[in-house]
């Protein structure tokens, strides 16, 4: 099904997209801030993404895309860093906005940050030979510990946004790799991560969810404030 993956952008987006115009979110207010976010982080990711395509760390099955290509990439894989982003950063700001005494503790935030910190550390010093988990791994660290000390209310709000994000996460990621399919969209070279799946989806497939999400949220921050001054 040559579709299926344009299907799965797509289907990510719809929903959001028209929501978006609610008149109690009125999320399009904020696509000045989202679009330049999700630009900035596609710099980063799509750059990784070429590079680990072309070394066979990862790459994708010519039977769910249509074979238009871009620098060796799928189409529909420059759509995820759009659909899906936007897709999640919607998801964020719907949930705060809905339940906005939702968020994790200053102590319980500290908790979390510090413990997947560590255990990222420990997978990188012991894992440093498989690149997916190497990069993933080491990136998310970078992004935590910024974040941290530049926006901690983010890192408060966003653990409980992501937790219910997960949910959407493992159907569609879970596609990708080869759930409810024949074969998977998207194949891995085990060799270079840990050959850990939760389900079909590798495990270093969570943080990079995780960091993905959470650049565009960080930017988004960024740009409001900046705008807030300015004003």
């Not at 997209?17 to 596609?42: A, D, G, R």
Request: glycine residues 2%; contains cysteine; hydrophobic residues 55%.
């Amino acid at each position: 099904m040559v579709y299926l993956y344009l299907l799965l952008n797509l289907s990510s987006l719809l929903i959001p997209f028209l929501f978006s115009f609610h008149p109690k979110i009125q999320f399009y207010k904020y696509w000045k801030f989202l679009f330049p976010s999700i630009l900035i982080t596609m710099l980063v990711f799509i750059p990784w993404d070429i590079i680990f395509t072309q070394q066979e760390f990862w790459g994708f099955n010519t039977t769910y895309f249509l074979g238009i290509e871009l620098f060796k990439l799928p189409i529909e894989e420059w759509l995820f860093f759009i659909c899906i982003p936007y897709a999640c950063v919607f998801t964020h700001y719907a949930l705060l906005h809905y339940f906005p005494n939702t968020i994790f503790s200053v102590k319980h935030t500290k908790l979390i940050s510090w413990f997947l910190i560590t255990v990222l550390f420990i997978g990188v010093i012991f894992n440093y030979n498989k690149w997916y988990t190497l990069i993933n791994f080491s990136y998310a660290i970078l992004l935590l510990i910024l974040i941290y000390n530049l926006n901690f209310k983010l890192l408060q709000e966003y653990y409980f946004t992501f937790i219910i994000m997960l949910i959407p996460f493992f159907i569609v990621n879970g596609i990708l790799t080869g759930s409810f399919i024949d074969n998977e969209v998207v194949w891995y070279n085990n060799s270079e991560n840990l050959n850990i799946r939760l389900f079909t989806i590798p495990i270093e497939d969570t943080i990079y969810a995780l960091t993905l999400i959470l650049s565009n949220l960080f930017l988004m921050k960024i740009f409001q404030k900046k705008r807030v001054k300015k004003n």
